[in-house]
């Protein structure tokens, strides 16, 4: 019961902080999310700690403010989209550092340096294209596209927990994460169909057919999201990826649906809506 009291509060508190954020402007919504990306590259890097692979923690920092910021220019339209291209240099850059790093198993190191921008940075950085929706807002300020897919999320989550406690028996993916049932992730997938169409009714410049589809690849993108970090905190033997949220371990943990679901929503909403 403790537990659960600590979780509920805990997730009060980040829901209310998170909204007060994104909601304020654009400028306390980037604090934050430089934030949680910072902290959640630390927790990737901590991961191997024990291991013999060593990541650049350095560069894996510098990579992954400079992908937001750029990100975060263009997608507000003061620089344009070409300036992504500087990217490219920086993870050649990796490549190059670990010359002078002398350390064991430098392709490893090469690897998991650079995947932390493709697992974290990258796909945190084009949450910045939500906020700057050119549908909604031309490339001004609109952070309702990001709360309806955190409510997405969300919301499937509560509904995949609630029918997986009540009636499932068949897993879903029993090697990696056992709790899961098929019968919570459609419990869970048609919450979200009902909360995608009630989110249509405020966002109608999006059309519902398109929120409905957005939230069956939101579920299933942020499934798949859930179960590598499952398989990621196997591999390493650990139960949570960090202790900075109570009751919800870390990060990682907590935000490992969205590294998956944004790079889905912002590829249909600019191939199918914009």
Same mark, same amino acid.
């Given at each position: ?62 990579? %992954? ?130 909360? %995608? ?18 939230? /069956? ?26 202790? /900075? ?15 998956? %679901? ?13």
């Amino acid at each position: 019961m403790k537990k659960l009291i600590t979780r509920t509060v805990t997730g009060i508190v980040l829901v209310i902080v998170m909204l007060t954020a994104i909601i304020a402007s654009p400028y306390s919504y980037a604090l934050l999310f430089l934030i949680i990306l910072i902290g959640g590259v630390a927790e990737y890097n901590k991961l191997f700690k024990l291991s013999e692979v060593k990541p650049n923690q350095v560069l894996s920092y510098f990579i %992954a403010v400079i992908v937001f910021t750029l990100s975060f220019l263009i997608a507000h339209g003061i620089l344009e989209f070409t300036f992504l291209f500087g990217l490219f240099p920086l993870l050649l850059l990796v490549i190059a550092a670990e010359l002078y790093r002398k350390k064991e198993k430098p392709v490893e190191n090469i690897a998991v340096t650079i995947f932390s921008a493709v697992y974290i940075a990258i796909p945190l950085s084009l949450v910045n294209f939500l906020v700057f929706p050119e549908i909604l807002s031309g490339n001004n300020y609109s952070p309702k596209l990001l709360i309806a897919l955190f409510s997405i999320i969300w919301i499937y989550d509560s509904g995949a927990y609630l029918f997986g406690v009540s009636i499932g028996k068949h897993r879903l993916f029993e090697r990696i994460s056992p709790k899961k049932s098929w019968e919570g992730a459609i419990g869970g997938t048609l919450t979200a169909i009902v909360a %995608a169409w009630f989110i249509s009714g405020f966002i109608p410049e999006i059309k519902t057919v398109h929120w409905i589809a957005i939230s /069956i690849l939101t579920v299933i993108s942020s499934t798949f999201g859930d179960l590598t970090e499952s398989m990621f905190k196997r591999h390493f033997g650990i139960k949570d990826s960090g202790n /900075i949220l109570p009751g919800h371990g870390g990060i990682l943990d907590r935000f490992d649906s969205l590294f998956f %679901a944004t790079p889905v929503a912002v590829m249909y909403l600019k191939l199918f809506v914009e």
